[in-house]
């Protein structure tokens, strides 16, 4: 992660908010840093943003859902985010900023956990058939609406 991003988190740290106004103050990061950060979860540099953020689910999950991991994994899931934040902005006319999305499939959360950049946790709605992964999602403190598909 480049000093810049670091020194922002450091600050972002130190102003203790609510999860509403840090996630306003984070999303002043670019998306692959702010997925950087929740790589890094739980840290003890950063203890008020892990009491807030999503904790890293364990690499081995990672692969077994994905075959990937990692800062691997973060840049694809990032430039997927990327396009459909943009999607959404072209035909819709206005920002993923307040509107429901639904991960359906969502796993162990790995979109949802970006997703807050864009839009915030109360409308991110997450599914999966696989109780397993919702138990993942859930450990971690994905900031979504999770639930499993009947």
Not at 85 to 106: H, I
Request: net charge negative.
């Amino acid at each position: 992660m480049f000093d810049h991003a670091i020194q922002k988190i450091r600050l972002i740290e130190a102003e203790h908010k609510s999860l509403e106004n840090t996630l306003a103050m984070l999303r002043t990061l670019t998306l692959d840093e702010f997925g950087e950060l929740l790589l890094t979860l739980p840290n003890e540099e950063f203890p008020h943003l892990s009491s807030i953020l999503p904790s890293a689910t364990p690499d081995e999950v990672q692969v077994e859902w994905t075959g990937s991991c990692g800062v691997t994994l973060l840049r694809q899931s990032v430039s997927f985010l990327n396009f459909v934040a943009a999607a959404y902005t072209e035909f819709s006319g206005r920002p993923l900023r307040n509107v429901n999305v639904l991960d359906f499939g969502c796993g162990w959360g790995r979109l949802l956990r970006l997703l807050a950049f864009y839009n915030n946790p109360e409308f991110n709605f997450g599914c999966d058939a696989w109780p397993v992964s919702l138990d993942h999602a859930r450990q971690s403190h994905v900031l979504a609406v999770v639930k499993i598909r009947a």
